[in-house]
């Protein structure tokens, strides 16, 4: 295939309800979204997960903007693509700038498996025809307010709950959720919001049978994780840690995870997140797909990569109508017994809804 042209798109889509981290809460979701044609027609699309501000990776939606305008497309503009492995590739001269680069390799797969007629999760070799969820709340006011959300989520048949945590809403919360859920999965997300120091803090969480504790200590480290896993119970699971293969290799070499959260834009795209499946599954690490709030499309490919094999946790793929009023693809995700169907038709599976994505446009540029 040939890339004929790339539109960008800045949407804007309003939360349900405010997400809140240890860095902060979002009342709206603002993200790139790439719809991109090659010669003989066919349209793929592709989303950013960088957020406005660079407080989970460095990357934001404007450098995302600009490393795909000034480098990305015009290194991928008419150039002859066999294969979607092959971005990396084109790419290598661009370090880093994960988000951003997969923004457009998702769009190029979906390109791919409709020219190869076969579903995204078909083309990456996924075994299941229905995937296991979880759901990831956020910080909320109070105690009795946190238990109420899990207790919501817990009947809509979400198979796994993931709060977040941080100094001084840490304990005292799980303590409580556990005395209210003692027998429901359940996993906490820090955020990168402790240190070694510590430590004896995060061994009480042992006492709690949490299935694992999200990256606690730094974005960037894995020597101090694995000094802290060394003295914990509870599995650590890595996030912002993992930002390719090579990173994951690593984290298990040190022993500094028992389990890894893949997110594909984190990681440079689904290539690159198939291959650290691979490698996890060899190396008898369990791995699930993570969350960035996604929109329908991003969602759509989380869908396909977690019908892989080694995807043996629920991951952060919640159905449309916790986030939106009303998301951009047709149909939207559902989730049904904490399950959703993996689509079985050509492409990504899910129709995106131009109607509905030039109401949440607030800024369009095309490229030629
Ligand atoms: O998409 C979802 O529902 C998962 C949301 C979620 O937990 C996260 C999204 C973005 C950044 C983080 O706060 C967090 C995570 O770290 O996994
Ligand atoms: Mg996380």
């Given at each position: ?95 880093k ?48 307010k ?7 989520a ?90 390719s ?5 690593k ?80 149909p ?33 540029k095309?490229?030629?």
């Open positions: 295939m040939k890339i004929k042209e790339v539109i960008i798109r800045h949407l804007k889509m309003r939360l349900k309800n405010p997400f809140s981290t240890s860095f902060g809460t979002f009342h709206d979701k603002e993200f790139l979204l790439l719809e991109v044609k090659e010669e003989k027609g066919t349209i793929g699309w592709g989303e950013s997960v960088a957020f406005d501000a660079p407080w989970y990776t460095e990357e934001t939606l404007k450098t995302n903007w600009h490393m795909l305008e000034d480098f990305i497309i015009p290194l991928l503009l008419n150039k002859e693509i066999h294969h979607p492995d092959n971005i990396t590739d084109l790419l290598k001269g661009i370090r700038n994960n988000m951003a680069k997969s923004a457009i390799e998702g769009a190029i797969w979906d390109i791919y498996t409709q020219q190869t007629n076969q579903s995204l999760a078909q083309a990456l070799g996924g075994k299941k025809d229905k995937i296991e969820v979880g759901i990831s709340i956020g910080i909320q006011e109070t105690i009795e946190q238990i109420e959300v899990v207790d919501r817990i009947k809509d048949g979400y198979k796994r709950i993931k709060v977040k945590i941080k100094p001084g809403r840490d304990i005292e919360i799980i303590r409580s959720l556990r005395e209210h859920f003692p027998d429901v999965p359940l996993m906490a997300d820090a955020n990168s919001a402790y240190s070694l120091k510590d430590v004896k803090l995060l061994k009480q969480l042992d006492e709690f049978n949490l299935t694992m504790i999200e990256q606690p200590l730094a974005y960037d480290d894995i020597i101090d994780h694995a000094k802290l896993q060394k003295q914990i119970k509870t599995p650590i699971c890595l996030d912002e840690s993992i930002n293969l090579e990173d994951a290799k984290a298990i070499e040190l022993g500094s995870c028992g389990v890894i959260n893949i997110k594909i834009g984190r990681v440079g795209g689904i290539t690159e997140a198939k291959k650290i499946h691979d490698y996890c599954e060899e190396k008898n690490i369990p791995v699930w797909c993570g969350g960035m709030l996604e929109s329908g499309i991003g969602r759509a490919h989380n869908i396909a990569l977690t019908s892989l094999s080694n995807f043996v946790m629920p991951g952060d793929t919640a159905g449309s109508n916790h986030y939106w009023e009303q998301d951009i693809i047709n939207e995700v559902v989730v049904e017994d904490g399950c959703i169907l993996v689509p079985q038709k050509v492409g990504i599976g899910y129709e995106p809804n131009i109607d509905i994505i030039n109401q949440y446009t607030i800024a369009t095309i490229y030629r």
